[in-house]
């Protein structure tokens, strides 16, 4: 259960009440009680019965629930001071949980040919899937395990690149990211994008172990490897969903290329044929962000002429002297608008909102829910720009989607799929528009329509650029857990999805002993990522149906849902069903489709579309008149 937005347990005695109320609500503790004598007798001759099988589901969530507050603590703890000794002992939190759910889980096979209501053969299937790494029952072989997984987390967490030597001043990410951001220096960027990558050599061999170690314990659980565990989480076959996966991925693929070839040829215009080939991939240090998984921080080299939005909200919220507080108060401020409840006071009391000075933190952000009641946090190192801004609202998605599942039990206190949990504050976040902006006063003047291409293209810089990355880092994933991708070949194969899919190549020439995935936070945390990928399309699901909600009419690139109570009041019942329905169902609430579809994605960039065909019709002309 060690995921970014950590999900949530419900402790004690409340859990128990809170249980047993809802069982007495419905069908099935009338069954319970019903076939408590007849099950007394069944189990006489050895043969489960339903009411066991509810009665087991809800102990094992009374006990998951309190392991997990635990892991969740001793996580907290080690993220936020990394030392041997706190990652020992979230290492051993987790070690407990892990033991607890293999043991579970195997218990679990005893109701495997029951018919059993519906309710209780969902929270059996849920089980299996509650940890992201089930272990191996071997005790020594868990406890391994569990003290990689925790090593890996502490090792990416203190990642830094030392110019001068380990004696001279090292870099940390936090200081890498804007210089990847802002510098033109092509050089420069290299230098630190080749400083960063050399953070995961040293852990490469661990990764390895791990995925070994994590296959034994996903096949114990019956999936074949571990990646096959990961696809078994969607309601549907794992292969199934890869497929989806496929079909949504050929759905956006047009638009990607649009952008991409615009993009390449503004950055050979910029940097030269020989660094950025005309037909050749584009180099990984030139987009402006360490991973090249998001553009707009080049956005000022491949802005339209005349379609300028004329601001620039970094700058904005650095004039106005926004501190980290302020920036969580402007996305708290979204959520509330929308008529949800304002973040609890431990919320404000408890978060980390800025990088400590004086020792080693995961920064990468993410949102706790501690307790699975109030105790809902922010952890993120934040940077007073644009990019963090959004970030900030997407983290708060995940607490409000944390608060709104809350009343739900221990197994279905999570997002319908986890691309729902990843969605819901980037959706959110399509609604910080120009007019939005005017509104809570941070700029003076809503930019005519002439800006719109523009503010389009800056947005799909992060969001249409981000498409590839998102279905690659798991492509990687599930081919190393199957074993097609050995760790001799784990290098080359990453670069070449990389190549395949983004179009780019590394700076300069790789080897096998270069670990590139695991400078990625997602690969050393063992974090699944489909979940971006997912939600990428998602989210713009969820605002075409928030604006149309809103009786929104109008480009939906234009539509607010700022203030909407009705939009807010819609949110808030997908929110509050948790994960206790498939996510076709709770997609459907809220979207009235049963389907992911990328058409919502495609029709808010379909303007930018037609004009980066154009800008790239013209190019290939002007191209074709000068040989
Ligand atoms: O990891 C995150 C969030 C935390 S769940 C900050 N994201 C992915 C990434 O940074 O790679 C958000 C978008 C993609
Ligand atoms: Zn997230």
Same mark, same amino acid.
């Given at each position: 259960?060690?995921?970014?937005?950590?999900?949530?347990?419900?402790? &004690?005695?409340?859990?128990?009440?809170?249980?047993?109320?809802?069982?007495?609500?419905?069908?099935?503790?009338?069954?319970?009680?019903?076939?408590?004598?007849?099950?007394?007798?069944?189990?006489?001759?050895?043969?489960?019965?339903?009411?066991?099988?509810?009665?087991?589901?809800?102990?094992?969530?009374?006990?998951?629930?309190?392991?997990?507050?635990?892991? *969740?603590?001793?996580?907290?703890?080690?993220? *936020?001071?990394?030392?041997?000794?706190?990652?020992?002992?979230?290492?051993?939190?987790?070690?407990?949980?892990?033991?607890?759910?293999?043991?579970?889980?195997?218990?679990?096979?005893?109701?495997?040919?029951?018919?059993?209501?519906?309710?209780?053969?969902?929270?059996?299937?849920?089980?299996?899937?509650?940890?992201?790494?089930?272990?191996?029952?071997?005790?020594?072989?868990?406890?391994?395990?569990?003290?990689?997984?925790?090593?890996?987390?502490?090792?990416?967490?203190?990642?830094?690149?030392?110019?001068?030597?380990?004696?001279?001043?090292?870099?940390?990410?936090?200081?890498?990211?804007?210089?990847?951001?802002?510098?033109?220096?092509?050089?420069?960027?290299?230098?630190?994008?080749?400083?960063?990558?050399?953070?995961?050599?040293?852990?490469?061999?661990?990764?390895?172990?791990?995925?070994?170690?994590?296959?034994?314990?996903?096949?114990?659980?019956?999936?074949?490897?571990? &990646?096959?565990?990961?696809?078994?989480?969607?309601?549907?076959?794992?292969?199934?969903?890869?497929?989806?996966?496929?079909? =949504?991925?050929?759905?956006?693929?047009?638009? %990607?290329?649009?952008?991409?070839?615009?993009?390449?040829?503004?950055?050979?215009?910029?940097?030269?044929?020989?660094?950025?080939?005309?037909?050749?991939?584009?180099?990984?240090?030139?987009?402006?962000?360490?991973?090249?998984?998001?553009?707009?921080?080049?956005?000022?080299?491949?802005?339209?002429? $005349?379609?300028?939005?004329?601001?620039?909200?970094?700058?904005?919220?650095?004039?106005?002297?926004?501190?980290?507080?302020?920036?969580?108060?402007?996305?708290? &401020?979204?959520?509330?608008?929308?008529? =949800?409840?304002?973040?609890?006071?431990?919320?404000?009391? $408890?978060?980390?909102?800025?990088?400590?000075?004086? $020792?080693?933190?995961?920064?990468?952000?993410?949102?706790?829910?501690?307790?699975?009641?109030?105790?809902?946090?922010?952890?993120?190192?934040?940077?007073?720009?644009?990019?963090?801004?959004?970030?900030?609202?997407?983290?708060?998605?995940?607490?409000?989607?944390?608060?709104?599942?809350?009343?739900?039990?221990?197994?279905?206190?999570?997002?319908? *799929?986890?691309?729902?949990?990843?969605?819901?504050?980037?959706?959110?976040?399509?609604?910080?528009?120009?007019?939005?902006?005017?509104?809570?006063?941070?700029?003076?003047?809503?930019?005519?329509?002439?800006?719109?291409?523009?503010?389009?293209?800056?947005?799909?810089?992060?969001?249409?650029?981000?498409?590839?990355?998102? %279905?690659?880092?798991?492509?990687?994933?599930?081919?190393?857990?199957?074993?097609?991708?050995?760790?001799?070949?784990? *290098?080359?194969?990453?670069?070449?999805?990389?190549?395949? %899919?983004?179009?780019?190549?590394?700076?300069?020439?790789?080897?096998?002993?270069?670990?590139?995935?695991?400078?990625?936070?997602?690969?050393?945390?063992?974090?699944?990522?489909?979940?971006?990928?997912?939600?990428?399309?998602?989210?713009?699901?969820?605002?075409?149906?928030?604006?149309?909600?809103?009786?929104?009419?109008?480009?939906?690139?234009?539509?607010?849902? %700022?203030?909407?109570?009705?939009?807010?009041?819609?949110?808030?019942?997908?929110?509050?069903?948790?994960?206790?329905?498939?996510?076709?169902?709770?997609?459907?609430?809220?979207? &009235?489709?049963?389907?992911?579809?990328?058409?919502?994605?495609?029709?808010?960039?379909?303007?930018?579309?037609?004009? =980066?065909?154009?800008?790239?019709?013209?190019?290939?002309?002007?191209?074709?008149?000068?040989?």
């Amino acid at each position: 259960m060690r995921v970014s937005y950590r999900a949530t347990r419900r402790t &004690g005695v409340v859990a128990l009440l809170l249980s047993l109320i809802l069982l007495s609500n419905g069908a099935v503790f009338a069954q319970a009680l019903a076939s408590k004598k007849a099950g007394t007798r069944k189990t006489a001759a050895g043969k489960a019965t339903a009411a066991e099988a509810a009665q087991f589901v809800a102990h094992a969530e009374q006990r998951l629930t309190e392991l997990n507050l635990k892991v *969740n603590r001793a996580s907290w703890i080690q993220e *936020n001071f990394i030392t041997d000794d706190t990652e020992a002992l979230a290492a051993d939190a987790n070690n407990d949980l892990t033991a607890a759910v293999t043991e579970l889980a195997e218990q679990a096979t005893k109701f495997d040919n029951l018919k059993l209501p519906a309710d209780t053969a969902r929270k059996l299937k849920l089980l299996k899937l509650a940890l992201t790494v089930p272990a191996p029952s071997n005790p020594a072989e868990r406890d391994e395990l569990t003290k990689i997984t925790a090593s890996l987390s502490s090792d990416y967490g203190k990642g830094k690149y030392c110019p001068d030597g380990e004696r001279g001043k090292c870099l940390t990410l936090q200081e890498m990211e804007p210089i990847m951001a802002e510098s033109r220096d092509p050089e420069e960027l290299k230098r630190i994008w080749l400083g960063w990558h050399a953070i995961s050599p040293p852990f490469k061999q661990k990764y390895a172990r791990f995925v070994v170690l994590g296959n034994m314990g996903a096949r114990e659980m019956g999936f074949k490897d571990l &990646g096959a565990l990961w696809r078994s989480n969607y309601d549907m076959p794992p292969d199934e969903f890869a497929a989806e996966m496929e079909r =949504l991925w050929l759905q956006v693929k047009p638009l %990607y290329d649009s952008l991409y070839t615009y993009t390449r040829w503004k950055l050979s215009e910029k940097y030269g044929k020989q660094l950025v080939p005309e037909n050749g991939a584009i180099p990984a240090h030139l987009l402006g962000n360490m991973w090249s998984q998001t553009w707009s921080n080049i956005y000022p080299l491949l802005k339209p002429e $005349r379609s300028d939005p004329g601001y620039d909200l970094t700058k904005i919220l650095l004039e106005k002297k926004t501190d980290a507080k302020q920036m969580v108060r402007y996305g708290e &401020g979204f959520f509330t608008s929308l008529g =949800l409840d304002p973040l609890p006071p431990t919320f404000w009391e $408890r978060s980390l909102f800025v990088k400590p000075q004086d $020792r080693d933190v995961v920064c990468h952000a993410s949102a706790w829910d501690v307790d699975a009641r109030q105790d809902v946090r922010l952890k993120m190192c934040i940077k007073i720009t644009a990019e963090d801004f959004s970030v900030v609202h997407h983290e708060l998605g995940h607490n409000y989607y944390q608060m709104a599942y809350a009343p739900q039990t221990m197994l279905y206190q999570n997002s319908a *799929n986890d691309g729902f949990h990843e969605a819901i504050g980037d959706a959110v976040a399509l609604s910080v528009t120009p007019e939005y902006l005017k509104k809570i006063n941070l700029i003076d003047k809503v930019p005519d329509e002439s800006a719109d291409t523009g503010l389009l293209l800056r947005l799909a810089l992060d969001k249409v650029a981000f498409l590839p990355f998102g %279905y690659l880092v798991d492509q990687w994933r599930w081919k190393v857990f199957s074993g097609e991708v050995t760790p001799e070949n784990y *290098n080359k194969a990453w670069w070449e999805l990389r190549t395949k %899919y983004q179009g780019i190549a590394p700076p300069a020439a790789r080897s096998e002993a270069d670990f590139d995935a695991g400078a990625k936070y997602h690969v050393p945390a063992n974090t699944p990522y489909a979940r971006y990928f997912l939600a990428a399309i998602l989210q713009f699901q969820f605002h075409r149906a928030l604006c149309r909600e809103a009786g929104f009419k109008g480009p939906l690139n234009r539509c607010s849902i %700022y203030g909407n109570k009705a939009a807010g009041a819609k949110l808030k019942q997908m929110l509050a069903m948790g994960q206790s329905r498939p996510w076709p169902e709770a997609l459907k609430a809220l979207t &009235g489709e049963d389907k992911m579809d990328a058409t919502a994605i495609i029709d808010y960039f379909a303007p930018l579309k037609r004009w =980066l065909d154009e800008q790239n019709a013209r190019h290939a002309q002007r191209a074709s008149n000068g040989k």
